[in-house]
Each structure stands twice: as structure tokens, then as C-alpha cells.
């Protein structure tokens, strides 16, 4: 247990939570047909996601090349971006993600073996659970506030990252064969935006600090 | 300095809602 490595167990965490997040995301904004999500449970709530190979497979790569900017803290935003068929952006769902500091990393680090060898790992992963599933339902609720997309959208996740982050996401690239690139201006700024906070939470082993929906 | 935020996208696009619709008539 003294083993465990605290970034790449927030990375899972994260990682998984962002997978659902962007399933229910393409299902509730309507970028895919209904037909090919199928009700799961997660974090105790239900949730839909894609049965369709070829989407989660592209879902899959792109969370994979992301793991370890956030292992190392080194993906500040990601950003699942909803596109019409001109590939301008009509809606933006922003995860701002922060890890503690290094210190309070090790600080939790002890917490974590604590909470795992004297108390139950069950109530600390539970709590994590209730924060993650409050993410989720708000996500699947958002439609409420948001005004419909236009037919024919489209959707891609852009990773807002410090530029000396960008050379392990080349180190990826030999591996996956799933490249990067530097996404254009175009498709990361929209005009005059309407920002909808949908919810903030903060854990000690996880923080994903901000959701916000935004559309033009 | 390092320190600047880059915004990176996979290189690759999903598949469309019309290439999904596809390969659903093919099943």
C-alpha cells in the first residue's frame, strides 16, 4: 500500500469519471442517436453510455493519451466541445481539474493508507462516489438550462496543458498512434459566450474544481 | 519559460452522427 502512487490513483479516478461524463454528455446534448446508448449504473446513479465499438474506442484513446498529463498535474482543463457542421463551437462543457500540492499530496497520501490499513477504504471511496455522482446528475440535467443544438453536430475534447507538458503527449503519440495537435483559434473560442457554473467539488484525494457549460 | 498553456486536440475526429447511422441500417 505504501506503493500506491497518488497521482496515477487520481488519474484513474478522473479518468473514468471523465469517461462517463463525456457518454452522458453526446447522449443528453443529442450528438449521437439515442439508439446506441444503453442505461448503466455508475457512481450509483444511472447513466448513459455508447454501445457503439468504433465512438467508445475513440473515447477510450483520447482518455488514454490524457492519463498522464494528469498523473502529473499537467492538464489544467479539459474541455468537451460540441461543434455544428461548420466545426464552429456551440457548447462547451469545461472541467477545470486541480490536484493538491505536492505537499498536501503526500499529506493525503498518509490519509489514504490510513483510511485503507485502520478505518474502511468503503466510507473514503464513498465520498468520493457522492461527489463524483453529484457531477454526474447534474450533467444529466443540463438540457434544462441549455438551449438545443442545431442537427448535425459534432464534438472533440480539447486538453488545456502547460507547453512543457506537450512533449509527454508526443512520447504518447509513438505509442497509441493516436497523434495530437495544437487545436485552432477557431475552435476554441466562441463570441460572447454564455457561461452556465453547473457545479464545483473538492475532495482531498480529487478536485475538479469547475463545470461549466458555455454556448453562443 | 514552459509556462504557457498550450490547447491540444486528437489529430483524428470521432465518427459523425450520419457515419454511426451508417454502420446501425448495416447491422
Redesign the interface.
Known amino acids: 500500500r505504501q506503493d500506491l502512487n497518488f497521482g496515477q490513483v487520481v488519474a484513474d479516478i478522473l479518468c473514468e469519471f471523465l469517461e462517463v461524463a463525456i457518454h452522458l454528455i453526446l447522449y443528453v446534448r443529442e450528438?449521437?442517436?439515442s439508439?446506441?446508448f444503453q442505461k448503466r449504473k455508475k457512481y450509483n446513479v444511472p447513466v448513459q453510455m455508447s454501445c457503439?465499438p468504433?465512438?467508445n474506442q475513440?473515447?477510450q484513446?483520447?482518455l488514454h493519451?490524457m492519463k498522464p498529463l494528469i498523473e502529473k498535474n499537467d492538464a489544467?482543463k479539459v474541455v468537451v466541445v460540441i461543434m455544428d457542421k461548420e466545426h464552429r463551437p456551440v457548447e462547451r462543457f469545461v472541467f477545470e481539474i486541480s490536484q493538491p500540492t505536492l505537499l498536501s499530496i503526500r499529506c493525503v497520501h498518509v490519509d489514504v493508507c490510513f483510511c485503507f490499513c485502520c478505518c474502511s477504504s468503503d466510507s473514503l471511496l464513498s465520498h468520493v462516489e457522492q461527489l463524483l455522482r453529484a457531477f454526474i446528475l447534474k450533467i444529466s440535467v443540463c438540457d434544462a438550462v441549455l438551449n438545443n443544438n442545431p442537427p448535425?453536430?459534432?464534438?472533440?475534447?480539447?486538453?488545456?496543458?502547460?507547453?512543457?507538458?506537450?512533449r509527454s503527449?508526443e512520447k504518447v503519440q509513438v505509442i497509441k498512434d493516436?497523434?495530437?495537435?495544437?487545436?485552432d483559434e477557431q475552435?476554441?473560442h466562441m463570441k460572447e459566450p454564455r457561461l452556465i457554473p453547473l457545479k464545483t467539488m473538492t475532495s482531498d484525494i480529487v478536485k475538479v474544481r469547475k463545470l461549466l457549460a458555455a454556448e453562443r | 519559460t514552459g509556462s504557457a498553456t498550450h490547447i491540444l486536440k486528437p489529430l483524428m475526429s470521432p465518427p459523425t452522427r450520419d457515419e454511426i447511422l451508417c454502420t446501425l441500417l448495416d447491422l
Open positions: 450528438v449521437y442517436p439508439g446506441i457503439h468504433e465512438l475513440y473515447i484513446d483520447t493519451c489544467e448535425g453536430c459534432s464534438f472533440s475534447v480539447l486538453v488545456h496543458t502547460r507547453e512543457a507538458a506537450t503527449m493516436f497523434p495530437w495537435i495544437v487545436a475552435e476554441v
